[in-house]
């Protein structure tokens, strides 16, 4: 389902690799079943750093854009305006502006008040300049690791986790996590960690807090009615897979506890890490909730909310497929559903297909968001007869969706198709990243019941989710084939729904950015780096374009050759460029020949999404996808222009040529600063828009300039064996860390290289 694949990132319902702690990772293997080879590279990495590290400390620079690592509170009450504490790993000096994904949110800084001695130490040292035949060096900034930010929420938002940034003038920060909730929120009190100290609250509302320090345990306490039903909601874990620098994620336990102490329920890992419990109260009278880490482990960036209220709690709806501007109704799943657990559903004909949350219109106290797959397809839901076995299969037409359900312990679901030899068909599956309780497995089988293909998870080229997909399988024979679903540990129940998508496979790509910001000063460049997952038989070359720079922000656009998978954009901020950031979209597209010569070429196009740069145990780096990537113009950094001696090269095959690199930098700064033309990390290459063939002739390259160097060159070698390539544009980059795994990465005006006949 590749429009369904390219949404992933609208809204934190797949949580992907959400433990990143060597005792959780080990835990919880089997959920993202990760193949030895991945944890051998993962094991290599590790050592790799501690190498490192015991060889020479690393030269990082003095500029860094902000790492936000949390929101306290991490909740936003919807139809309010209210101010929260955002706190971040180096500086939030300057912050002007806030960006928050999706309608409905808004975000503002409160300007901090200015200390006095602060201005008048940043005016002496500008004024200060002992030696008039050296430039004066820029004053140091304030050092502030926490701003106070204000969120206003329009009353009809949906529901659930935002993403957010901020931006100062030392660049676009990482981005961070807010909470939408219905509720009033309350915070932790500065000594609730004992039974005897329970926090007194009073529900319906939203409780926050922190799981601060090791051993940590906060305890709330509160009054129902007799048989009141409660539904206890966590969301912790979930958000903090896109912050980059916490490396070591939450694992929140709730226990629900009589006034004696006594257990009454415990819940962990409903969704994924964090928690969700609904309990009946059969007496009324006064109660406790417990939250820790599983593990007894605190970080006092592990913010959390605790929804606890009595209204519907919605975890799914059955079918889950709507078609847009036509009436769905769907059943609800989940916990103190109304009397009639329904609900009539028609969004706008111009809905965009994929994964989308709403709110439902129920009537009474509003519910929680409901998940739903937007799709076009030819519709299908799973017969009410059984079709657990081969000969009961529910026959479907091909192109197809089926909305299904695994409803009790071992249950498979089978599905007919009709299929000619040669025709290629592909298969998806939509549930784990979308709610559903389902790990599937699926499988086609021949008309002896003989398996012809199994698919598990689901590989997008950065990122793996729990659903199955398999594309591009051709059908050996003509015949009758099934298509079999199943939870891959035989569990099933009236969560576990599914969407299906059975199509014949056509030619198309993906894309995806390297990173989620790019970060500018007058007068620098900067490259994205975008990458084509190409399917089904497309084999073209992809042209590049980018669209929403902020002013003062030009773009060359290159394209990614039919045999490489990268491209790059090479961003120039001019020398008057203002101080600003505005979220851009990049797309890609491309031609090619239709199947029959007869007919007109086929114009395919994506739009990219952004990846979050992950900072892994070990120093390895990942990534999780986001929903924007923002470019941003702030203050001059460490390197202030980058120069090289040309800007094309043509090289025939054994050839070599070398490019002269100068860089400008900024006053007092010596880091050390390495050149490439690739983006790569402990060996991993990231980012290469080099043809094939040429390469960097590391032998005959200056790329590390330490203390005042600032010229080095670069010698490109074409191989024995490359073949012809027009104007390929790349880029020389001057890298400079800011910590082990993050960098800046400045870059020249953009090159093209010619590889000749």
């Not at 955002?86 to 503002?108: H, I, K």
């Not at 100290?197 to 906060?218: F, N, S, W």
């Not at 298509?483 to 569990?491: A, K, Q, S, T, Y």
């Not at 074409?718 to 027009?726: L, W």
């Amino acid at each position: 389902m590749r429009h369904v694949a390219a949404k992933v990132g609208m809204r934190n319902a797949e949580f992907g690799k959400e433990r990143r702690s060597a005792v959780a990772f080990a835990i919880r293997r089997s959920a993202f079943r990760i193949p030895n080879s991945a944890l051998a590279i993962f094991s290599a990495m590790a050592l790799t750093y501690v190498l490192h590290a015991a060889c020479a400390a690393p030269a990082f620079g003095q500029s860094s854009y902000p790492m936000l690592m949390s929101l306290k509170p991490i909740a936003v009450q919807i139809g309010a305006s209210t101010e929260h504490e955002v706190s971040a790993r180096y500086n939030l000096y300057g912050a002007s502006q806030v960006l928050v994904d999706g309608p409905g949110v808004t975000g503002e800084v409160v300007q901090p008040e200015t200390k006095p001695e602060e201005a008048q130490a940043d005016q002496t040292k500008a004024a200060e300049t002992k030696d008039e035949k050296k430039p004066a060096e820029p004053p140091k900034k304030p050092q502030v690791p926490k701003i106070k930010l204000k969120f206003t929420v329009a009353a009809d938002a949906v529901p659930g986790p935002r993403s957010f940034r901020v931006i100062t003038p030392q660049g676009a920060s990482t981005v961070g996590q807010l909470v939408l909730v219905r509720d009033p929120v309350t915070y932790e009190a500065p000594k609730h960690d004992a039974l005897t100290d329970a926090q007194a609250v009073t529900l319906p509302a939203t409780l926050c807090g922190a799981i601060e320090k090791a051993e940590d345990v906060d305890f709330f306490k509160f009054t129902v009615e007799a048989n009141q039903s409660l539904t206890f909601h966590v969301q912790s874990s979930r958000c903090e897979d896109k912050i980059h620098d916490l490396q070591v994620h939450s694992d929140p336990i709730l226990t629900l506890r009589n006034s004696m102490g006594g257990v009454l329920a415990l819940n962990d890992n409903y969704f994924f890490g964090d928690p969700l419990l609904n309990y009946r109260f059969a007496t009324a009278g006064e109660y406790v909730l417990e939250i820790r880490d599983a593990r007894y482990q605190g970080n006092a960036e592990w913010q959390y909310s605790i929804e606890a209220n009595d209204r519907p709690f919605i975890t799914n709806v059955y079918p889950p497929r709507v078609t847009p501007g036509s009436a769905t109704r769907v059943t609800l799943v989940g916990f103190n559903l109304p009397a009639d657990p329904t609900a009539l559903i028609t969004l706008p004909p111009e809905t965009p297909a994929g994964l989308q949350w709403i709110n439902l219109p129920l009537a009474g106290a509003p519910a929680s968001p409901a998940p739903v797959i937007v799709s076009r397809l030819p519709e299908a839901l799973e017969t009410e007869a059984d079709n657990d076995q081969l000969a009961q299969a529910q026959p479907v037409g091909v192109p197809i969706g089926v909305s299904g359900c695994i409803s009790k312990p071992g249950d498979v679901d089978y599905y007919a198709f009709e299929a000619k030899k040669g025709e290629r068909f592909s298969f998806e599956i939509v549930a784990r990243r979308h709610q559903s309780a389902l790990d599937s497995i699926v499988r086609v089988l021949n008309e002896k019941g003989g398996a012809a293909l199994e698919a598990d998870d689901m590989n997008t080229g950065r990122h793996i989710y729990a659903d199955s997909q398999s594309e591009n399988w051709t059908a050996p024979a003509d015949g009758k084939y099934y298509v079999e679903v199943r939870d891959l540990h035989l569990r099933g129940g009236p969560e576990f729904v599914y969407f299906l998508e059975i199509i014949r496979s056509e030619p198309y790509f993906q894309l995806d950015l390297d990173t989620d910001k790019t970060l500018l000063a007058p007068g620098v460049g900067a490259v994205i780096f975008v990458r084509a997952y190409r399917k089904n038989g497309f084999a073209g070359d992809v042209q590049l374009a980018i669209e929403g720079l902020p002013p003062g922000v030009t773009a060359q656009c290159g394209r990614i050759l039919a045999s490489e998978k990268d491209g790059c954009i090479v961003l120039q901020a001019a020398a008057d460029a203002p101080h600003g950031a505005a979220n851009v979209k990049v797309t890609g597209t491309a031609t090619m020949p239709a199947a029959d010569a007869n007919q007109p070429p086929l114009h395919l196009s994506a739009t990219a999404y952004p990846m979050q740069e992950i900072y892994m145990p070990g120093g390895g780096r990942s990534h999780f996808p986001v929903e924007m990537h923002t470019v941003s113009v702030g203050d001059v950094m460490d390197i202030k222009s980058i120069k090289v001696s040309t800007n094309a090269i043509t090289l025939k095959p054994n050839e070599s040529q070398k490019i002269e690199v100068e860089i400008e930098r900024q006053a007092g700064f010596k880091g050390n600063v390495t050149l490439d033309c690739l983006m790569q990390h402990l060996g991993g290459v990231f980012g290469n828009s080099l043809p094939p063939g040429v390469k960097i002739d590391d032998k005959n390259s200056q790329t590390l300039l330490s203390g005042d160097q600032s010229k080095g060159h670069i010698t490109l070698i074409a191989a024995a064996d490359a073949k012809p390539v027009e104007n390929q544009q790349f880029c020389v980059m001057a890298n400079v860390s800011i910590n082990f795994v993050m960098k800046y990465a400045y870059s020249s005006e953009p090159l093209k290289v010619t590889v000749a006949a």
